[in-house]
């Protein structure tokens, strides 16, 4: 059976850093797609960071993260990690990790609907 669970949410102060895992069992992560999604109440499910099949593959960030947020992955230990540093207010969400079934794509998937597994979630809440 496929596994994803997340772990490293928390409160954190504005300005503070955060770094979000999310340990993979059932299947390899190595050659799919995988990424950190965020829901906050009343809104759909945004895509933050997405990572390409490979971890020399393509990253693709939102704009509201990027240069904050660093998508990253072990697959040695079959795990994703989500760096966040700079945090606003606005951050604050349940944030998912996902994994796509497909192998070795040739684009990053960027959407909900483009993957298949997922975790879920942690809270996140950025508040002084």
């Known amino acids: 059976q496929v596994q994803l669970v997340e772990s490293g949410g928390g409160l954190v102060q504005p300005g503070g850093s955060l770094r979000l895992s999310c340990a993979a069992s059932g299947f390899n992560l190595d050659g799919h797609n995988i990424g950190w999604f965020r829901q906050a109440p009343g809104e759909g499910r945004e895509g933050v960071a997405c990572?390409?099949?490979?971890?020399?593959?393509?990253?693709v960030y939102a704009d509201s993260v990027k240069g904050r947020f660093t998508i990253s992955r072990d697959n040695a230990k079959n795990m994703v990690y989500l760096q966040m540093s700079s945090l606003k207010p606005e951050d604050t969400a349940v944030y998912y990790c996902a994994a796509d079934r497909r192998e070795f794509t040739s684009a990053v998937h960027t959407t909900p609907e483009e993957y298949d597994y997922w975790g879920q979630g942690t809270q996140v809440t950025v508040s002084s």
């Open positions: 990572s390409g099949s490979t971890s020399d593959g393509s990253t």
